[in-house]
């Protein structure tokens, strides 16, 4: 196999979104090293797993998606938003929600009721509230074995097929750095909760719930 073409295809791998499907293609039709075959083999499996995750993630998110949508139909902007929330914070905060979770909003030409608004903010935060509870419930009840084991397999079988590969312990350690296993903490900071706006009226959150 030509250098240009081992390459290509290693990128194409691990950049691609079609990693699965790319890497047998890579394993199955080429002399790959026991060292790179163990790093692409990792890095597929973190791939699906963090795909999967996020995939849920966006499942759990319509609720808050939705209560978003229902309070641009009742104010022409976020920044209409501002007499019902503590400070000009919060309608930074709000409208990167908008942007990240309900980009295309049918925003009014008009505003409605304030007594409207104020309530339809107050909904939008129990839904927030919802989502944070029942993601940190979904994200702690993911079984993290077959990733951790498939890590501590690399960073313990990594270097040593290296070393055998290029006859060399110092090439073999150089610029490698063991992949920490997965946790609870971690994969909360990977994917997190989202931030509370503070709403007129409604008890102060503590972080993000």
């Known amino acids: 196999m030509a250098d240009a ?50 995939r849920r993630r966006r499942e759990y998110l319509s609720g808050v998606t939705v209560a978003l949508r229902l ?60 989502f944070n509870r029942a993601w940190r419930r979904e994200l702690a009840a993911v079984d993290l074995t077959a990733v951790n084991e498939e890590i501590t397999r690399y960073n313990r079988f990594y270097p040593i097929e290296k070393e055998c590969a290029f006859r060399s312990s110092r090439l073999a350690t150089r610029g490698f750095e063991p992949v920490r296993e997965l946790t609870l903490d971690s994969l909360l900071n990977r994917f997190p909760p989202l931030p509370v706006p503070a709403v007129v009226g409604e008890p102060p959150s503590s972080g993000s719930r």
């Open 71 to 130: 309070v641009a139909r009742m104010v022409r902007s976020p920044q209409d938003l501002r007499p019902f929330l503590h400070d000009e914070r919060q309608v930074e905060l709000i409208s990167r929600l908008f942007e990240q979770f309900a980009p295309e909003a049918p925003w009014s030409d008009r505003c409605a009721k304030p007594a409207r608004v104020h309530r339809q903010l107050r909904e939008l935060v129990a839904s927030i509230r919802r």
């Open 5 to 54: 073409d081992y390459e290509e295809l290693l990128q194409e791998v691990l950049g691609g979104t079609e990693h699965d499907e790319l890497f047998q293609r890579l394993i199955g039709h080429y002399d790959v090293p026991a060292y790179v075959r163990r790093g692409l083999r990792l890095e597929t499996t973190l791939r699906s797993f963090f795909a999967r995750l996020e």
